[in-house]
């Protein structure tokens, strides 16, 4: 049989989760465990019992009247839980924010050049955030970007769903679009992390089709960089 374990300290602070055998100070503690009747007992003799199955009494509810202790092989519990914990770390799933810029106005190179990044993206397993930047007299082209958003999330329909429709935000007007079929990106943190990826000017050929209004607006304002 094993010997006790007199204590094994948590390796991230250095203490030890529970209490062990010795270091157990009250005069009588409530034991428990598998095939063992539940019984009040001095703590001594609670030791002695726990010696002779060559287990380790470990407290495990120190707040009960009096303490709970279980008689266990507390290395093999310790082991079982970082087990558990590493397979849950393992099933994680990293998902990124992939950021799509765009101007009002859009030409089709550049809106193809973006929409097979986002379905990369997608396929991959991150969102997108697509995004139409207004700077001045620009916000007047507020519909044409909204119609530039709807046309890129029902371009990319194969690949993933809308989570968030466009929304004016101070100057921006900003769509969401999480995979369909989320791809395993194993890492020891379940963090989301956001990229960008810069879009250049841009003229929108609409669908459906928009007229702008021909009047002048003074010089053309360019997009604006962060």
Known sequence: MPAPQRNRPDKNNNKPQHRINEQIRCR???????????????????????????????????????????????????YQQKK?????????VKIEVKEIRF?????EHDYNFKLKHAKEFLAQG??????????GRSILFKEQGEVLLLRFANDLEEYGKVEQMPVLEGKRMILFISPKKT?????????????????????????????????????KVEGEDF
Do not use: H, M, W
Not at 40 to 69: F, H, M, Y
Not at 103 to 107: E, H, I, R, S
Not at 126 to 135: E, I, L, M
């Open 28 to 78: 009588e503690v409530r034991i428990v465990g598998d095939d063992i009747e539940s019984e009040v007992l001095p703590t001594r003799e609670a030791l002695q019992l726990a010696q002779q199955k060559g287990v380790d009494l470990v407290e495990i509810s120190p707040n009960a009247v009096p303490p709970v202790c279980r008689l266990i092989n507390y290395s093999k519990f310790l």
């Open 84 to 92: 558990r914990q590493k397979e849950l770390k393992a099933k994680q």
């Open 103 to 107: 101007g009002p106005q859009t030409d």
């Open 126 to 135: 991150d969102k997108v955030k697509a995004y139409v930047f207004f700077r």
């Open 183 to 219: 791809a395993a990106k194993k890492t020891e943190g379940g963090a989301t992390q956001t990229e960008s990826v810069e879009a250049q000017p841009q003229v929108v050929k609409k669908a459906p089709q928009v007229k702008a209004k021909k009047e002048y607006l003074g010089p």
